[in-house]
């Protein structure tokens, strides 16, 4: 259990933009001062079914301010920080998380899932004019995530990773829950190595990154674009060379030709935003610690 306690005081300024993105034109905003607090929980449990496999359950409660960048300088003209007190408000998120994994001589597994809920979320949304809506509204996440490790050797690794998350909220307040953006709910990642100790100072890995596609913030009004999917493999060579470790990698291995997320939803809403990512590259460092 812990207590938080935020005091948020500002004076008389100016945004940057306005909340259609172009430059503010109206009055100053008055200055002003605002003191939040709330009681916040954590509780977790462990049991072991056996010596290997154990389940897992938690329930954490955050409580937090929101990015003041993002409220405070894209504002409606007429905004007040006393009357508007709503949308500074601190964000509490209750969490629930369970699981299970499992940690055997040369295999480790996990399989978890999460709920997240806010009476008083942070979200942005895409309106039919091209610009951005910032809302406070209920929202809630969900999603699960599992791992998988193999050693099969000593000298062989191989690996795996699934993460999938989904996120609403309901900016009415109805009952009706819409899909959030794409930039706060990441679409399907699923990753995968396999790595090979060729010699005692000689390391080679294989590693791949999928991204899947999403549309349900397009289908919901939330994204300007569906995002597509795109696909990532890198090698990387690591020699250990006097004290040090030399490092050759080549990034994006069969020169895919794909657009990150960020740009992708950024470039819905400006063109200028939309980059591909860099193809084929390589690179060399040599690294000594001590």
């Known amino acids: 259990m812990r207590h938080e306690r935020f005091n948020f005081s500002v004076d008389e300024f100016t945004p940057l933009l306005d909340n259609n993105f172009d430059p503010y034109v109206g009055p100053s905003v008055a200055g002003g ?8 929980f954590n509780v977790g449990s462990v049991y072991k079914i056996t010596p290997t496999v154990s389940v897992f359950a938690n329930f954490a409660q955050g409580y937090s301010v929101p990015q003041l960048f993002r409220v405070l300088n894209f504002l ?37 899932g999460f709920f ?5 979320g942070l979200s942005s949304r895409g309106q039919p004019d091209g610009t951005i809506q910032y809302i406070r509204a209920p929202q809630r996440n969900y999603g699960i995530e599992a791992t998988l490790d ?13 993460t999938w998350t989904e996120g609403e909220d309901d900016q009415n307040e109805d009952g009706d829950f819409r899909a959030l953006r794409t930039l706060e709910v990441q ?8 790595e090979n100790q060729t010699t005692p100072g000689w390391r080679n890995r294989l590693q791949l990154l999928y ?4 549309n349900r913030g397009f289908e919901a009004g939330s994204d300007f674009v569906t995002i597509r999917d795109y696909l990532v493999v890198d090698y990387i060579s690591s020699f250990q060379i006097g004290a040090g470790n030399l490092e050759v990698g080549i990034q994006n291995l069969f020169n895919n030709k794909y657009s990150s997320v960020f740009s992708q939803a950024g470039g819905g809403l400006d063109e200028l935003l939309y980059n591909l ?14």
């Open 33 to 40: 001062e605002l003191d939040f607090s709330d009681t916040v």
């Open 76 to 112: 409606p003209p007429g905004f007040t920080i006393d009357r508007d007190v709503r949308f500074l408000q601190p964000q509490k998120i209750d969490n629930y998380e369970i699981g299970v994994r499992g940690n055997w001589n040369n295999f480790q597994a996990t399989l978890a």
């Open 116 to 120: 997240n809920y806010s009476a008083l």
């Open 150 to 162: 193999w050693q099969p050797s000593n000298k062989w690794k191989l690996g795996s990773s699934l």
């Open 187 to 194: 679409p399907l990642k699923l990753t995968a190595y396999v």
């Open 211 to 214: 991204v899947g596609n999403r």
């Open 277 to 290: 990512e860099r193809g084929r590259s390589l690179s060399v460092n040599y690294r000594i610690s001590w």
